[in-house]
């Protein structure tokens, strides 16, 4: 009888040690790099809808450069910002991240200097710069 406890013992031992095992690989980190050289890391999947083009976007957003200089928060500053998709009045990078998101999604930006402020120094960005931008969509409409 006892050889019966240690087997079922040692088999329920596997299984706990192969759960925890499968469960780290799950929790790594999934970058994905779009064609066009922006990558994004999704902290949490949206519960709504994809916003289309031509839709005002609401989103709060922290911009950092890649030295981690905060560029702008909007949670800090508590007013979000809104856009229309499509209409090029946000940076390339920003408007193509939000557009495969979710409502209520939240997800890590890395936007090369081409499809963010190039050459160009903006407020205080140096120019070709990468830009880093955690970006949560609260509303499309």
Partial sequence: MRKIWFFVFVAFSVLYVFSCRTAKVQNQEQWITT???LEYLDKEIGYGNFPKQGQRV??????????GT?????????IPMSFILGKKDAIQGLEEGVATMRVGGKRIL???????FGASSVR???PNSKLIIEVELVKAE
Avoid at 58 to 67: L, Y
Avoid at 110 to 116: A, F, H, R
Wanted: charge should be negative; glycine fraction near 10%.
């Fill in 58 to 67: 609401t989103i709060n957003f922290i911009m950092k450069t890649e030295d």
């Fill in 110 to 116: 890395k936007v090369p200097p081409e499809l963010g």
């Fill in 124 to 126: 205080g960005i140096p």
């Fill in 35 to 37: 064609p066009s050289g």
């Fill in 70 to 78: 905060v560029i702008e928060d909007t949670y800090q500053s508590k």
